[in-house]
């Protein structure tokens, strides 16, 4: 929604928490439009995401009063939090290699308007997706991964995406492993999809693991990197039902629509603010 906010809060759980943070939304003048929270008995944590409207009555919320009498709360109450307005557009860059169903996907669903992002850069080590690029009018750059010149084709890439002032940095089949170093730079706004259901079949050929296994689904996931690859908190997953009768190539271009499906539904999650990290996994708030 236009002229929105919205407030993700995660914490340790106690009594009154919501009240707290409810009652002064109110008074700021804040109209809440959705609230949802998730409690973890275990580990004893409290999630939250409430957004509400900027303007209510005809009365407009300084959004940054709010914040200042927010913040001495946040931390008498120990949370992690964020405050996003709608009228901020993340700046997305897309990476790809060869396999360009998943970017074209992002891209048309962006042109129509379904992600609300900018999309500045699009970066391959192949040159495949430069027709794709032109034909939206998306900056490309070709920079090149060899086993030799790994760290100067990340240096090269962290630059980019410096000069562009990236948020999120989208794995739309980018068929390289980012180093350690580089996931650092970007915690939790690294989106990989991996064609696999996780954590089955990690690795580079899952397609083949899974037809040699002989399973009876396949799946796709989508999940934010982290240093350990194809272990990242997971955000999305689909599968599909095959039989004995499908070869490899069958799961391939099944699989195809399950990864342009499950990596298109995390991005717009985590656009929209509605993803929150913890342990390892993630609550997905709807």
């Known amino acids: 929604m236009s002229d929105s906010a919205v407030l993700l809060i995660d914490c340790p759980d106690r009594r009154g928490l919501i009240a707290r943070v409810s009652s002064l939304l109110y008074e700021h003048g804040a109209n809440i439009l959705h609230a949802d929270e998730h409690s973890d008995e275990v580990l004893g944590l409290f999630f939250m995401r409430i957004e509400f409207a900027l303007q209510s009555d005809g009365l407009t919320m300084d959004l ?60 391959s080590n192949h040159s495949d997706a430069q027709l794709l690029a032109d034909f939206y009018g998306i900056p490309f750059e070709h920079v090149p991964v060899t086993a030799d010149a790994r760290a100067a084709a990340e240096a090269r890439q962290l630059e980019l995406l410096a000069a562009n002032n990236i948020d999120l940095v989208v794995l739309a089949r980018y068929m390289q492993v980012l180093s350690p170093e580089f996931v650092a730079q970007y915690p939790s706004r690294i989106i990989n999809v991996h064609h696999s259901f996780l954590p089955a079949f990690t690795g580079a050929r899952p397609y083949h693991a899974a037809h040699s296994r002989g399973v009876k689904i396949i799946g796709a996931t989508s999940h934010y990197v982290t240093a350990t690859l194809d272990d990242g908190p997971i955000i999305e997953q689909n599968v599909a039902r095959i039989t004995h009768r499908e070869q490899v190539e069958d799961l391939i271009a099944k699989g195809r629509d399950l990864e342009r499906s499950v990596l298109f539904r995390a991005v717009k999650l985590h656009l929209q603010r509605r993803i929150l990290c913890y342990s390892n996994k993630t609550v997905v708030f709807d």
């Open 64 to 123: 940054d009063n709010f914040r200042a009498a927010f913040t001495p709360i946040a931390t008498d109450l120990n949370m992690n939090w964020s405050l996003t307005s709608s009228a901020e557009r993340p700046r997305v860059a897309l990476f790809c290699s060869r396999y360009t169903h998943c970017m074209n996907d992002l891209l048309q669903r962006w042109f129509s308007g379904e992600l609300h992002c900018d999309i500045p850069l699009i970066i």
